[in-house]
């Protein structure tokens, strides 16, 4: 089993906090008319939003993040590292088409769209099938489990933005388990390659 890089363990580190410490300044910014529990955090990156370039470099900084995450994170399956770096991809295309302040954007909502899917599917995509001694987050039945939870969250989304359901709430507990979820896989590498150490040593 091929054990995880610090670089990889540090951008997986970094990703829920860059995510989470950015929305919580860009909605203080943004001012009391601002309820995160109905409006977006797309709203907080609109072009005129107090937290604008912010919310901007907490984007690019998020999506660099899962990109580098995805090439540290050998033990993986290629098709899961290629979605976890098209979803990182995909979070820094939004800073290209920002929603706007009122309503909707067709460009914004299908970029953000494909992020939501590639960051759904790739943990089921990354699975270990044929490692014995694969990490418990690449094991098929917790990625089939983490894929099927946060599909689920992302059609929630859907529904709530559709029936205006408090839709802030939605996004923001599905894009920090997206967030979170690579950190998860990639502290459980080291200790399943030191599992795989101990079984082959005899011990």
């Known amino acids: 089993m091929r054990h995880i890089p610090w670089w990889a363990l540090l951008s997986a580190c970094c990703a829920p906090v860059v995510l989470v410490g950015a929305w919580a300044i860009a909605q203080v910014l943004q001012g009391p008319?601002?309820?995160?529990?109905?409006?977006?955090?797309?709203?907080?990156?609109?072009?005129?939003?107090?937290?604008?370039?912010?919310?901007?470099?907490?984007?690019?900084?998020?999506?660099?993040?899962?990109?580098?995450?995805?090439?540290?994170?050998r033990p993986a399956a290629l098709p899961g590292r290629a979605a976890l770096a098209g979803g990182?991809?995909?979070?820094?295309?939004?800073?290209?088409?920002?929603?706007?302040?009122?309503?909707?954007?067709?460009?914004?909502?299908?970029?953000?769209?494909?992020?939501?899917?590639?960051?759904?599917?790739?943990?089921?995509?990354?699975?270990?099938?044929?490692?014995?001694?694969?990490?418990?987050?690449?094991?098929?039945?917790?990625?089939?489990?983490?894929?099927?939870?946060?599909?689920?969250?992302?059609?929630?989304?859907?529904?709530?933005?559709?029936?205006?359901?408090a839709p802030g709430v939605v996004e923001r507990a599905l894009t920090f388990a997206q967030a979170l979820w690579p950190l998860l896989v990639v502290l459980s590498c080291p200790r399943a390659s030191r599992s795989a150490g101990r079984h082959h040593s005899g011990e």
């Open 33 to 73: 008319g601002y309820d995160p529990a109905v409006r977006t955090i797309s709203v907080l990156a609109s072009h005129g939003a107090p937290g604008y370039w912010l919310m901007t470099a907490a984007l690019l900084t998020l999506g660099s993040c899962y990109v580098v995450t995805a090439c540290g994170l």
């Open 88 to 165: 990182g991809l995909a979070a820094m295309g939004l800073t290209l088409v920002p929603a706007p302040l009122r309503g909707g954007d067709l460009g914004h909502g299908t970029v953000a769209t494909t992020g939501f899917v590639l960051l759904a599917v790739w943990p089921v995509l990354a699975a270990e099938r044929h490692a014995p001694h694969a990490p418990w987050g690449l094991r098929p039945h917790v990625t089939a489990v983490a894929t099927a939870t946060m599909a689920a969250g992302a059609l929630l989304l859907l529904l709530t933005l559709l029936r205006g359901w």
